[in-house]
């Protein structure tokens, strides 16, 4: 039997910070939704003025009026 694992990627594109792009691997899809509120928590406070345009159970997605956001997505993934 294949283990399927959970990835959150993390990306942070914002004109005062370097673009951030972080991925942290999960055996547990609990956790890693977990992990996924946890870093909306964190990292939304780099948007203040932003807008959720996307927030599923999977995928978190915040703009700005300047363009910059904030993506987060959970993705399942069983080795070949």
């Given at each position: 039997?294949?283990q399927?694992f ?7 594109e ?11 691997l999960y055996?547990d899809?609990h956790?890693?939704?977990k992990?996924?509120?946890a ?12 807008y ?14 300047d363009g ?10 069983t080795?070949?």
């Amino acid at each position: 039997m294949k283990q399927t694992f959970y990835l959150v990627s993390v990306l942070l594109e914002h004109s005062d910070y370097e673009t951030t792009d972080k991925h942290t691997l999960y055996t547990d899809f609990h956790k890693a939704l977990k992990a996924k509120e946890a870093e909306i928590e964190e990292y939304s406070l780099y948007l203040p003025n932003g807008y959720v345009s996307e927030d599923t159970q999977t995928i978190f997605q915040m703009i700005d009026n300047d363009g910059y956001s904030l993506t987060i997505v959970v993705e399942e993934i069983t080795p070949q």
